[in-house]
């Protein structure tokens, strides 16, 4: 008997794949997939035949709409990326490389900012992504704020947690599928975060009838600017994007014409964002590969990268001059600490 499912693990040779009425199978793949060199993914949603009660054979797989290979999944109709207020600090640079990563990799699908740790800290970063296409939710897994709203964003979804190491990603996993045995990371005093999310995974979530999956990723801060265009980056910064500027292809980093620092100092753009736009820029140019010290340490423990990897290379030539782009920055501070005050004031 054949029947359809969704590959949720894959452990060594075995495919574990979940059917519609939630039964998971232990599966083979058929000689014949791989010798196609037809790789599996978890994501792939497959033909299997019935071998016995518990397991099956995958014999086919079915096209993709989208997929990955680092972290290798396919099927993502969702991601959400994570970061946290404090432990480890919140940092615009990072997130929006992330961003870019992600969005260049899947330019079809939705992306969230995810915020968690609130109960450490109150931020609000809405103003530094409002022309972007990025939907903004924040949350603390320990508290329960906010999860409610998460899970009705990502229900029926098949979603993608991508983030630093320690930010909570497991944690949310816990607070949206509270009977999950998964392991949650104690990330140590330095910030470097201790490393428990080996292999990528679906995990099975069900809410109003709804089946969703979310998969926690290990290793998804490996990735490298270093072969992309300025135009390619450029693409995955819409709020960049519809600047008119002298020349029509404009990169806005110092060209003649280019009306996207007077933009910025107008408040027009978001001065972060601009200044991550230029970082990943001279990154990509540099083939600078960002957090590599932390790179080769990592790999020795061989999974979750660090969440300090701004230790890391941080070459880039800014082209925003110095005092005004550090008075971006400060009043873009300013505002952070005004929402912090606010909230202590009604404790
Ligand atoms: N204060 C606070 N701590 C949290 C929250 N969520 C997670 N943590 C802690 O942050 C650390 C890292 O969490 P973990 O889920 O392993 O992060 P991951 O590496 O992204 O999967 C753990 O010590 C968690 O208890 C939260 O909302 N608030
Ligand atoms: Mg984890
Ligand atoms: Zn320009």
Redesign the pocket.
């Known amino acids: 008997m054949k029947i359809q499912g969704k590959i949720t693990k894959i452990l060594a040779n075995f495919y574990y794949v979940q059917d519609s009425e939630n039964k998971l199978w232990e599966c083979f793949a058929r000689g014949r997939l791989l010798k196609e060199g037809k790789l599996l993914f978890v994501g792939d949603k497959v033909d299997i035949e019935i071998s016995n009660p518990k397991q099956g054979v995958i014999t086919d797989v079915y096209p993709r709409k989208n997929k990955l290979f680092k972290p290798p999944i396919s099927n993502v109709d969702e991601v959400l990326v994570?970061f946290?207020t404090r432990?480890p600090e919140f940092d615009f640079y990072n997130l929006d490389r992330y961003l870019s990563y992600i969005s260049y990799e899947l330019q079809n699908e939705k992306v969230c900012i995810c915020i968690?740790?609130?109960?450490?800290e109150r931020i609000n970063i809405d103003v530094n992504y409002k022309n972007t296409e990025y939907e903004i939710f924040y949350?603390?897994?320990?508290?329960g704020e906010g999860i409610e709203k998460l899970c009705n964003e990502i229900s029926g979804k098949t979603v993608l947690?991508a983030?630093?190491?320690?930010?909570?990603?497991?944690?949310?996993i816990?607070a949206i599928s509270p009977d999950k045995d998964l392991?949650?990371?104690?990330?140590s005093s330095v910030g470097s975060?201790?490393?428990?999310?080996r292999n990528i995974q679906l995990i099975p979530v069900f809410d109003n009838d709804k089946q969703s999956f979310i998969a926690?990723t290990p290793g998804f801060t490996q990735f490298s600017f270093a072969t992309l265009s300025p135009e390619k980056i450029l693409n995955t910064f819409r709020d960049l994007n519809n600047i008119h500027c002298l020349f029509d292809n404009c990169i806005h980093s110092g060209e003649e014409g280019c009306l996207a620092e007077e933009m910025v100092h107008k408040g027009q753009i978001s001065a972060t964002r601009y200044e991550s736009y230029l970082k990943i820029i001279e990154e990509s140019k540099s083939e600078i590969k960002y957090g590599k010290k932390e790179e080769t340490k990592l790999k020795s423990i061989g999974s979750?990268a660090g969440?300090d990897e701004l230790k890391g290379d941080k070459k880039f030539i800014p082209k925003i001059d110095q005092e005004k782009r550090a008075e971006s920055r400060k009043k873009q501070k300013q505002k952070l600490l005004k929402i912090k005050d606010f909230d202590e004031e009604k404790q």
């Open positions: 994570i946290s432990e968690n740790k609130i109960d450490l949350f603390s897994a320990l508290t947690l983030g630093p190491s320690g930010v909570g990603k497991t944690s949310l816990k392991k949650i990371g104690e990330i975060g201790k490393h428990t999310t926690d979750d969440g």
